[in-house]
């Protein structure tokens, strides 16, 4: 099994969440101890600290100290513990042993504040981290605590080694945590399912009988086994929890359970002041200390005669939908899936949910959008226009109650794309009344301009709920989202583990080759024939064949997985690590799905581990999704371990053509600080308007550093450029000159809308420019930003930092000249040669079939115009258009035609982007004599528009016929070349253009209508997402080099919408 590199992370916990700092060591059990106070004959007393002596026992505890979480580097990276806790952790001076007992005292702070980081509270944390760890066992300790506001003791355990990710991907278990608010109650928690934000927990409370409560002496305790944790207070059982899962960061599989609680954990005791867990509550004014009292800690473990459970797979039994439950529709929980009944919005919180979707843009999160509908392909969307994206990715939700069944599977089901590219986040919850619970996993999925289909399949694990909540979160990022075809449907899942399946999303072929994913017994996609057992140790994780000594052929024995991708044409590695109990050989084959073998190889494995590394090409076209992997172990009775089995292909994973090669915007500045967002603690996101650009350079100036509180974070200031698509596995290239008027440190960093860092840096700084070059590796396809941090990284005065020539490109991108990548003749056909070929044409009455009504003769399109004098009929009621036209930004074009109608009438020609934004307009009046029409525009962005001439209710017209001609769009100046204008268009694809349906009719859509969303520009708004970071460790400086921006073609396609200045249809 791999071992992930541990890091130290910012995280954001949940309600009822710890953080804490974690280092890499190894792990050692602390002496063990004369047992004394036996709690059942099945516990021995393996260690334990009584606390008679002196002062505090430094072979068992360590402190943690001060008001942060603190890198490897010991620089500060969160305040609060992550937590926004209060209180300052001190090295001995909050902590005391009195009459046998540990004394924990927390103290509000009156003078020498800056002795504390400014706090205004201090208290103590130790932990037994590389010290004394339990893995199983009774841990257990005797503890008081105080009561009142703001006060949060806590007894609780964190893994000693991050085994399977960060937290929450490798657990935490909270034995007992007390909100000294509530004196009469206390909690616990496990914490498990993913890497923040994808974490999940699970818990319960104890409420102590009348007469009693926190204040006094208690026993809490839990008893950990495999596959079961219990707690007790007072040896009194309050609750169990057997069922939890967990996933490393970019796994596709589960970790086989009971991961993550199948590790070493050390404990933790703290008395903290403020923080989340109670809302941020601190104690009354006259508040001056307070007591945590702990009698002892004890860890046992099973005494001789006593074994512990062997886990086995959690069975959820299969609940009934209680009552008031909400009734599926043909089978879909999701109601008015074509949203017919629009949208209930919730902005203040305290406004009543709707049974079908609401919009929440609550205001304490700053998130700001409007939802209309829309209609792609013939099915209505909902379309989330964002103008403020928030600070959280709650910020804005789309919302539907849905009722989840206890034990029942479901698959949830939806299409999405975005204006541009960016992430969503989705969920099954609970609401505040079930304390925000999740469900589901949570799914973060990645958006471009094309639809995507979506499916995820999860267990209600918790209680049923009849007012769950189905969650789209789509704050943090600008661009607009469309969100169809949702559903929710109960799901008899049943997994075939031999049927055809894709590469991994790190490109391996082979599933669970490290034999520690899937199933209890971590033996998941692998077969066995012959007279052999196979198991995988717990200890070790690696696969076992102990073969018989029965056998005489290789073939005698197989192992095989089945349902493997292989790649015609494209060279395949194959690799592993394997030892025999004897030197022996074994045969590897590979085999096509017709059985035929595609590699035969002899193997000699040794007593030591080896790895082996195999190349081979699969000499045959196309894709074949079933190939077998065997290993032929037979004819020697031996014992044989195998291990990291992975199998990738060249072929399958080159870079895809059309990815955008240069992924920052105006990275010189040439147009101004367009594309830019900025954020500082005084000013949020206002703070763009104080950033200048002198001399081709964006200068900021940065805000004298604070003591607490936002001022004081790294984070506090920040300059970015948000939704940048990365490609997985592509390797990209990140440079940037950069100055400061003051010697200072920075960091720059690119991470997703979950704050995961794909790419980060600390750097040093001066007035002297120096340009910097980096590369690194895409872990996934996903929207990044690339975010200068220019907050607290020491204690600076206001002063400046210089930052030009930013690019982002994919490593060896050779930059293009813009107007190589400029379509001349964007629009065909303009003179009717080939019909009506590449034109279309809508009505109110025919919608799209409209276009058979039209003719063309005599080199004219002659389009039938009905009676326009009823009322409610638009302008835009009739139109006779061109799609899919690519423009380039800050490129002059020419416009012109020629037009006659058969009565005198008004007419308007408009330029338009898929959001009905304009980039021209204009209203033209038309008589029976031909007019010759010319004019000109520039175009604001990069994006793919249409020509439409909007023929509909201007004035009360009757039946008449418009003809037009000759219709031109090209670079102002440029020279018709024949063979340059058809071809030039790569934006002809049958099917995706989004005007080809009658949803673009406003009349059917009252949404799509832009004049209803006046001066929204979802890229104007620019959002503060360093709130909440993750490191992944830093990236070695591969040199200076000086690199320049251009936008090519793939980045042209990509980046629709993108306009700054918009006008309406």
């Known amino acids: 099994m791999e071992k992930s590199k541990k890091k130290i992370r910012r995280y954001l916990v949940g309600a009822l969440a710890l953080s804490v700092l974690l280092s890499n060591f190894k792990i050692v059990f602390a002496e063990t101890i004369s047992e004394e106070n036996n709690q059942s004959e099945k516990w021995k007393l393996k260690w334990s600290d009584e606390f008679n002596e002196d002062s505090l026992n430094m072979d068992n505890w360590t402190y943690e100290i001060g008001n942060w979480i603190l890198d490897e580097n010991g620089n500060k990276v969160s305040q609060g513990w992550g937590n926004n806790e209060a209180q300052y952790y001190t090295q001995g001076e909050n902590l005391s042993i009195k009459d046998g007992n540990l004394v924990i005292t927390a103290k509000k702070v009156d003078k020498e504040k800056e002795k504390y980081d400014n706090c205004n509270y201090t208290s103590t944390r130790i932990k037994t981290e590389d010290k004394v760890t339990a893995k199983y066992g009774r841990i257990e300790a005797r503890i008081k605590m105080p009561k009142g506001n703001g006060i949060w003791p806590a007894f609780w355990m964190m893994p000693n080694d991050d085994k399977y990710g960060v937290w929450a991907a490798s657990g935490e278990i909270d034995i007992m945590e007390a909100k000294g608010r509530i004196p009469n109650e206390v909690n616990g928690t496990i914490h498990y399912g993913g890497i923040w934000p994808n974490n999940r927990y699970s818990g319960s409370h104890y409420r102590f009988e009348e007469g009693t409560d926190i204040t006094d002496f208690h026993d809490y305790a839990i008893e950990w086994e495999p596959g079961e944790i219990r707690w007790y207070v007072d040896n009194e059982l309050y609750q169990v929890q057997d069922n939890w899962n967990t996933y490393g960061k970019n796994e596709d599989l589960k970790y086989s359970f009971p991961a993550p609680f199948d590790q070493d954990f050390y404990i933790i005791l703290n008395l903290a002041i403020g923080g989340n867990y109670d809302g941020g509550i601190l104690p009354e004014n006259d508040f001056s200390s307070a007591e945590m009292l702990v009698d002892y800690v004890r860890v046992y473990d099973k005494a001789d005669g006593y074994e512990y459970k062997d886990p086995k797979e959690p069975n959820i039994e299969k609940g009934e939908l209680p009552e008031g439950s909400k009734e599926a529709i043909d089978g879909n929980y999701i109601y008015d899936t074509n949203y017919e009944n629009g949208f209930n919005k919730i902005i203040n919180g305290d406004e009543a949910f709707s049974n079908t979707w609401n919009l929440l843009t609550l205001k304490q999160f700053g998130g700001e959008a409007s939802i209309s509908t829309d209609k792609l392909d013939n099915t209505t969307f909902a379309k989330v226009d964002i103008s403020k994206p928030g600070s959280e990715v709650h910020s804005i939700q789309l919302i539907q109650y849905i009722t989840l069944a206890k034990g029942r599977t479901y698959k949830l089901s939806y299409d999405a794309k975005a204006s541009s590219n960016r992430n969503i986040s989705v969920k099954a919850s609970g609401g505040e009344e079930r304390g925000w619970t999740t469900y589901s996993n949570v799914y973060s999925d990645s958006l471009t301009n094309d639809v995507s289909h979506f499916e995820h399949v999860f267990t209600m694990a918790q209680n049923s709920d009849v007012k769950a909540r189905l969650e789209f979160n789509v704050g943090t990022s600008n661009p607009s989202v469309w969100i169809g075809n949702v559903k929710v449907e109960e799901f008899e899942e049943s997994i075939d583990y031999n049927a055809p399946k894709k590469p991994l999303s790190d490109g391996n072929h082979i599933y669970n080759g490290t034999f520690d994913k899937g199933l209890v017994d971590r033996k998941t996609y692998w077969n066995l024939s012959g007279d052999a057992n196979y198991f995988v140790p717990e200890s070790s994780r690696n696969l076992c064949i102990d073969v018989k000594n029965n056998t005489n052929n290789y073939e005698d024995v197989v192992l095989n997985q089945k349902g493997i991708m292989l790649v015609g044409e494209a060279n395949h590695t194959l690799t592993f690590n394997a030892r025999a109990d004897k030197d022996r050989d074994v045969k590897l084959v590979m085999k096509d799905s017709n059985g035929d073998n595609v590699l035969e190889k002899t193997i000699s494995l040794e007593k030591e581990l080896k790895e082996y590394n195999l190349e081979f090409k699969f000499n045959t076209s196309g894709i074949d999704n079933n190939g077998t992997i065997e290993f032929l172990l037979g004819g020697i009775e031996s014992q044989i371990s195998i291990d990291n089995i992975e199998l990738k292909c060249d072929g399958l994973h080159e870079p895809p053509k059309d990815i955008e090669k240069f992924l920052i915007k105006n990275g010189d500045f040439k147009n101004g600080l367009e594309e830019w967002k900025a954020w500082n603690w005084e000013k949020n996101d206002d703070f763009i308007n104080d950033i200048k650009v002198k001399d081709g350079k964006a200068v900021i100036e940065v805000p004298k550093v604070g003591e607490t509180g936002d001022a004081s974070q790294t984070w506090g200031v920040q300059f ?346």
């Open 720 to 1065: 970015k450029q948000t939704d940048l698509l990365l490609n997985k596995d592509i390797e990209y290239e990140l440079s940037f000159n950069i100055s400061s008027s003051i010697d200072r440190e920075l960091e720059v960093v690119l991470q997703n809308s979950g704050y995961y860092r794909v790419f980060e840096k600390k750097i040093s700084v001066s007035p002297e420019v120096k340009e910097h070059k980096y590369t690194f590796k895409a872990t996934g396809t996903e929207a990044v930003e690339l975010n200068f941090l220019l907050g607290k990284f020491g204690d600076y005065n206001t002063h400046e930092v210089s930052i030009d020539n930013v690019v982002l490109k994919v490593e060896g991108a050779v930059e293009e000249n813009p107007e190589d990548n400029v379509v001349k003749f964007p629009l065909s056909n303009g003179k009717f040669d080939n019909g009506l070929e590449g034109w279309k044409a809508w009505n109110w009455i025919k919608n799209d079939n409209f276009i058979s009504d039209v003719k063309v003769e005599n080199g004219e399109a002659i389009i039938p115009i009905p009676e326009l004098k009823n009322n409610g009929i638009e302008t835009w009621a009739v139109q006779f258009r061109q799609t899919n036209l690519p423009l380039t930004k800050d490129i002059e074009y020419e416009i012109s035609f020629d037009i006659r109608s058969n009565i005198d009438r008004e007419l308007e020609v408009v330029v338009q982007n898929s959001g009905y934004y304009r980039v021209f307009e204009d209203k033209i009046s038309v008589s029976p004599e031909v007019k010759k029409y010319e004019n000109t525009f520039k175009a604001t962005g990069s994006e793919i528009v249409e020509l439409n001439f909007l023929l509909g209710k201007f004035a009360e017209y009757s039946s008449h016929e418009v003809y037009i001609d000759n219709v031109v769009l090209k670079v102002k100046g440029a020279e018709e070349n024949p063979g340059e204008n058809p071809g030039e268009n790569p934006g002809e694809n049958p099917g995706e253009n989004p005007g080809e349906n009658p949803g673009e009719n406003p009349g059917e859509n009252p949404g799509e209508n832009p004049g209803e969303n006046p001066g929204e520009n979802p890229g104007e708004n620019p959002k503060n997402s360093g709130q909440n970071l993750e490191k992944s460790g830093t990236l070695p400086d591969t040199g200076n080099e000086t690199v320049n921006t251009s936008i090519g073609i793939s980045s042209i396609i990509l980046a629709l919408g993108l306009i700054l200045i918009k006008k309406k249809r």
